[in-house]
């Protein structure tokens, strides 16, 4: 039987192959993504599937995303480690053990009661002291813990949430997933004083983010 730190083998393969190979060179962030147990959140059922290059259903209709998406998405905040970060959409919780290996701070906001607690747990038994698990409305953001100097979105919005473009520090950064309910652009939001400027990555397909400035059901549905 595999134990927490076993599968040390399965990640560094997931990330010679399936992170660097595709252009993905932050040193900071392939270590990371090398230490962090990944196997650990995702059902037990599914455990031996955690490093493979595909996304996975965590339930609730939600999914741990591609290896490759959570690295993407982590390179494009270019966190230096002094950074107070602002995760919406906490799923499984794995992306916030990443955040919390790279910058000072992380909050990470969750609808599902389930999931907010499941993933504070697992944190928990990691031992990761940086991280706060919050159970609300995401694409309100948290106001409580404002201004973040970086904020990363795991959900598709179909248009970017003003809480969180407010929320954002100056020279800050927001990576969100724009667009509708079958394909979406990956944006790079920045700060510069009351502007922002943006910029489109890669086309990407993520599950709704739902809430007051998201996806109503009647709208996805």
């Given at each position: ?162 809480p969180l473009l407010d929320q954002l520090a100056e020279g800050g950064r927001l990576v969100i997933p724009v667009g509708d309910r079958f394909m979406q652009d990956l944006q790079v939001w920045k700060r510069h004083g009351a502007e922002f ?25």
């Open positions: 039987m595999k134990t927490r730190w076993s599968f040390e083998k399965e990640r560094r393969l997931m990330v010679s192959s399936q992170i660097e190979r595709r252009g993905i060179h932050d040193a900071r962030l392939l270590n990371a993504m090398r230490i962090v147990p990944r196997h650990l959140f995702v059902p037990k059922e599914k455990q031996s599937l955690a490093y493979e290059d595909f996304p996975l259903s965590i339930g609730h209709g939600q999914t741990i995303s591609q290896p490759f998406i959570v690295a993407l998405m982590t390179e494009l905040l270019e966190l230096s480690g002094k950074e107070n970060v602002l995760e919406v959409g906490t799923g499984s919780g794995y992306q916030a053990a990443l955040l919390a290996q790279l910058a000072a701070t992380v909050h990470t906001v969750e609808r599902h009661v389930e999931l907010a607690q499941h993933a504070r747990e697992v944190l928990q038994s990691m031992e990761v002291e940086n991280v706060s698990v919050h159970q609300g409305d995401g694409s309100e953001g948290w106001p409580q813990a404002a201004p973040y100097d970086a904020i990363i979105v795991t959900a598709a919005a179909p248009r970017t949430p003003a400027s943006t910029r489109k990555n890669i086309p990407v397909a993520f599950v709704p983010l739902r809430g007051k400035y998201g996806w109503d059901e009647k709208e996805w549905h």
